[in-house]
């Protein structure tokens, strides 16, 4: 097989995958139970309301001698 047919193989491939992708992600879905909708809402809204760690808190622009702004 010359090199050039494996080399340009990643492309149908990559188009394969990427269709096959598409299709699954688009599917069909049953509707969820209103109780675990909520209960993943209030989940979310708790972990959105946590600050994140580790995170150096912001600055200002125009202080501490930043030059932008």
């Known amino acids: ?3 050039w047919l ?3 193989s990643g492309i ?4 394969v995958g990427a269709i096959a992708w598409s299709a699954w ?3 069909a879905r049953g509707p969820e139970k209103a109780l675990d909708s909520v209960q993943a809402y ?3 809204r708790a972990a959105m ?6 995170l150096p808190p912001r600055r200002e622009p125009g202080r501490d001698g930043d030059s932008r702004g």
């Open 1 to 3: 097989m010359p090199a």
């Open 6 to 8: 494996l080399w340009l």
């Open 12 to 15: 149908p491939i990559a188009t």
């Open 25 to 27: 992600s688009g599917r």
């Open 42 to 44: 209030e989940r979310f």
């Open 49 to 54: 309301a946590n600050p994140t760690p580790g």
